[in-house]
C-alpha cells in the first residue's frame, strides 16, 4: 500500500484547505442542531406532563424519543451531504489531468484509494462528531444509555463508510463534479428507498431487498443494537464499490 500515508495527508489538507468543507460542515451541523433541538423540545414537553400524569412518566424513554430519532434524522443528513464531499475527490483530478501523473508515481493504485477514502471519511466523521457536544449536554439532564449513543456513532460510521465507497466511485465515472455528485445522490438514494418496494414483492425477494436496503441496517445501530450482520453488510458494501472504482480506474489506465 505504498503512498497511502502522502495521499492521506494530501486529501486532508485539501478537505480543510477548501471552503468546501466548513460550508458543508456548517449546514451539517445547523440541520443536525435542530432536529436535535425540536427532539428535545417535544422530549422536554411530555416530561412536565408527566410530572402531573404518572402514566406519561412510565412511557418517556429518551432513547427512542430522543436519541433513536437524531441518528436517523442525521444520517439522512449524511445522505444529502456526502455527495459534496466526494464530487471532487476523483473527478478534480480527471479535469485537472493530473489523475494519470498521480497514478504514475510510484504508488500503488491500492494506496492512492484507500488515503483518499479514509481522508474523506474521516473528514465526515469529524463534521459528525460536531454533535456530540450536544448529546453530553443533553445527558446532564437526563440519564443516557452511553452504549447506545457508541452503537449510534458505530452505525453512522459505517453508513459513512459506505456512502463515501459509493460516492467516489462515481466521482470516477465523470470529470464533472456536479454530474459527480447527482450520480452518487441518484445511486444512494435507490439503495435507501429500495426497502419500500418490497410490499410488491414475493417473500423470498422481499428478503432480498430488506436485505440489500442500506438504511434497514442502521435501524438498529440508531437502537443502541449491534448485530454482527449488520457490520458485515456495511464492510462489503464499501469493499465492494471500493474495489469497482479501482477496476475502472486500472481500465483507464489500460484504455491510455
Not at 4 to 12: D, G, Q, S
Not at 14 to 27: D, E, G, N, R
Amino acid at each position: 500500500m505504498a503512498g497511502f500515508k502522502p495521499v492521506y495527508r494530501k486529501e486532508l489538507y485539501s478537505f480543510f484547505a477548501s471552503p468546501t468543507f466548513y460550508v458543508v460542515a456548517l449546514i451539517f451541523l445547523i440541520i443536525a442542531g435542530y432536529f436535535f433541538f425540536s427532539a428535545v423540545s417535544y422530549y422536554n414537553i411530555l416530561s412536565f406532563q408527566g410530572m402531573q400524569n404518572p402514566m406519561w412518566r412510565e412511557q418517556l424513554n429518551p432513547t427512542e424519543m430522543v436519541l433513536r430519532p437524531f441518528f436517523m434524522d442525521i444520517s439522512v443528513i449524511m445522505l444529502l451531504v456526502c455527495p459534496l464531499l466526494t464530487m471532487r475527490v476523483l473527478a478534480e483530478e480527471r479535469k485537472t489531468n493530473t489523475s494519470e501523473l498521480l497514478f504514475t508515481y510510484p504508488l500503488s493504485d491500492t494506496g492512492v484509494l484507500l488515503g483518499k477514502f479514509l481522508a474523506t471519511l474521516s473528514v465526515l466523521f469529524i463534521i459528525i462528531l460536531g454533535t456530540l457536544p450536544s448529546l453530553i449536554y443533553f445527558g446532564t439532564l437526563t440519564p443516557l444509555r452511553w452504549q447506545i449513543v457508541g452503537a449510534g456513532y458505530l452505525g453512522l460510521f459505517l453508513l459513512a463508510a459506505a456512502f463515501i465507497s459509493l460516492g467516489i466511485l462515481a466521482s470516477s465515472l465523470t470529470e464533472n463534479q456536479i454530474i459527480a455528485a447527482v450520480i452518487a445522490f441518484g445511486a444512494l438514494l435507490l439503495f435507501w428507498v429500495i426497502g419500500w418496494s418490497k410490499a410488491f414483492t414475493g417473500p423470498q425477494m422481499a428478503r432480498f431487498i430488506n436485505y440489500i436496503s442500506i438504511i434497514n441496517h442502521f435501524e438498529n445501530f440508531a437502537k443502541g443494537v449491534i448485530d454482527i450482520r449488520d457490520v458485515v453488510y456495511y464492510v462489503v458494501f464499501s469493499t465492494f464499490f471500493l474495489f469497482l472504482t479501482l477496476r475502472f480506474l486500472e481500465s483507464q489506465r489500460w484504455r491510455g
